[in-house]
């Protein structure tokens, strides 16, 4: 098996253990691990990202959920990018209590 197999057969892997962990197992952090890990291997794939990300949320990973979408403000444009990151910054003020961190999160915005 080369390199492209096997990396294939790991994401197809992955993408099995990360449905059952979360449908059969009901163990969500599981899945969450085996999800972060497929986004790894694979950044462009948008379902898995989804997946991750609705995870975090539900499982109130809210530090991880910040990080996921950190990663992908480098991507998008301007005003995505400023969209996430006020979303971010909610997310820092209404879950963490953390309103510096919203403060920093903002500031680009405001230059």
């Given at each position: ?34 999800l972060k890990e497929l986004t790894r291997l694979?950044?462009q794939d948008v379902q898995a990202q989804a ?61």
């Open positions: 098996m080369d390199g492209t197999e096997s990396l294939d057969r790991r994401v197809i892997l992955l993408e099995e253990a990360a449905q059952c962990a979360r449908e059969v197992a009901h163990a969500p952090d599981h899945a969450v691990r085996y694979r950044p997946s991750l990300e609705r995870l975090l949320e539900r499982q109130g990973h809210f530090e991880d959920l910040i990080d996921l979408w950190k990663q992908r403000v480098k991507g998008l444009s301007e005003a995505e990018a400023s969209a996430l990151r006020l979303r971010i910054a909610n997310v820092w003020v209404e879950f963490l209590k953390r309103p510096g961190e919203a403060l920093e999160e903002l500031r680009p915005l405001l230059d």
